[in-house]
């Protein structure tokens, strides 16, 4: 059974820094791509940050410089660096794992961290 599960989220002040772990598991396949959303009381989820499996990354533009995303492969593992929090980032923050194969796509989505930024 497939599972996606996040960490490290929490309250932080504006600021500062928190890093997001997320971590994927019972996946036969090859991931192709990991990423992070994000959805805000009242908003759509949006993209934050993606990685693709050769390590090009994309981001959010209101993120950009700030947050970095990152993987290891090994462990099917994706993290998320924030720093120079501010509190428009309060939000849930979704881990998402697409894997592509010749059949058929998978996307599987973790549950969701919390993230609380302080003015």
């Known amino acids: 059974q497939v599972q996606v599960v996040e960490s490290g989220g929490g309250l932080v002040q504006a600021g500062g820094s928190l890093r997001l772990s997320c971590a994927a598991s019972g996946i036969i396949f090859s991931i192709n791509t990991m990423g992070w959303y994000r959805q805000a009381p009242g908003k759509q989820r949006e993209l934050v940050a993606a990685?693709?499996?050769?390590?090009?990354?994309n981001y959010a533009d209101s993120v950009k410089g700030r947050f970095t995303i990152s993987r290891d492969n090994a462990k099917n593992t994706v993290y998320l660096q924030m720093n120079s929090l501010k509190p428009e980032d309060t939000a849930v923050y979704y881990c998402n794992v697409f894997v592509s194969t010749s059949v058929r796509d998978y996307d599987y989505w973790g549950r969701g961290t919390q993230v609380t930024v302080s003015s």
């Open positions: 990685i693709f499996s050769g390590g090009r990354t």
